[in-house]
């Protein structure tokens, strides 16, 4: 069973005041909307994972199979206007990670898959066996931020086809150690999970239209897993001119490592 990760100070530094309307953007588990219908907030949900709807579905919440980039278009197709707070939690749920069939995750042999949304056409399988070398130091740099980027992709290309997780994984294992606590295959798996389905651009996209549904005083709260998400959330808010940020220091968790920003529409 999934456990939100700083669940309690997510729903703290939301406010939640009865009555009123809250997006989650990223259902997962409902952990986090569990907690504040439980204080008297009204709850939309959204996810582009369908299994996350399912999960969710004893709750009784109105509910949308959506990608959160297209939230304003949703939000209005709810009637909603304005809300009093909206949520993205960016880490996988423990379902997703344990699911074999979905490829997320070093630590179960499946397809290589990684898609949230099934829907979308390009796999982790079609990236680690179609693109060239140079391709995957790129994506292994840029989205992973891996330090054996080039060793890497050479050893890959060299080994490949691949079609399962466990196949990657021991290809990876064989020319790197592990780093401190991660696994060797943490950052490419990061970098490939990225790039199929195209986070960090649907982050950029999002949080312009959270401020904008968001009413004078409603919150926007947002929990962070590594430092491309974080980067992108705290220099948003940052610069946001509409958005007061609420806690001066984030609060961070360290197993799993996660960050959480939050700022208040002015």
């Known amino acids: 069973m999934h456990k939100s990760v700083l669940l309690p100070e997510v729903i703290d530094s939301l406010k939640v ?14 952990g986090h909307s569990r907690e504040i219908v439980e204080k008297g907030g009204r709850v939309y949900g959204l996810d582009v994972d369908p299994e996350a709807l399912k999960r969710v579905e004893s709750m009784n919440l109105i509910t949308k199979q959506a990608n959160f980039k297209d939230l304003k278009a949703v939000a209005y197709e709810w009637g909603l206007t304005e809300v009093g707070g909206i949520l993205l939690d960016l880490g996988l749920s423990t379902e997703q990670i344990e699911t074999d069939g979905r490829g997320f995750s070093w630590q179960t042999d499946g397809p290589l898959d990684m898609r949230a949304d099934p829907s979308l056409k390009v796999t982790a399988a079609d990236l680690i066996n179609g693109l060239g070398e140079g391709e995957l130091v790129k994506l292994f740099k840029t989205y992973g ?7 890497l992709a050479k050893a890959i290309v060299k080994a490949r086809p691949f079609k399962t997780t466990g196949e990657l994984v021991r290809a990876i294992e064989a020319i790197k150690y592990p780093v401190r606590r991660h696994h060797p295959a943490t950052l490419v798996f990061q970098a490939l999970r990225i790039a199929v389905n ?37 220099n948003f808010m940052r610069d946001e001119s509409n958005l007061k940020i609420v806690l001066k220091k984030p609060v961070i968790s360290d197993r799993p490592h996660a960050v959480l920003r939050v700022g208040e529409k002015l």
């Open 17 to 30: 005041r009865l009555g009123k309307v809250y997006l989650d953007c990223t259902l997962g588990s409902g």
């Open 145 to 151: 931020e891996e330090p054996q980027a080039k060793s």
């Open 198 to 234: 195209d986070e960090l651009n649907n982050l950029k996209a999002v949080l312009p239209q959270a401020v904008e549904l968001l009413e004078p005083g409603g919150r926007l709260a947002v929990l962070s897993f590594h430092s491309l998400e974080d980067r992108i959330v705290k």
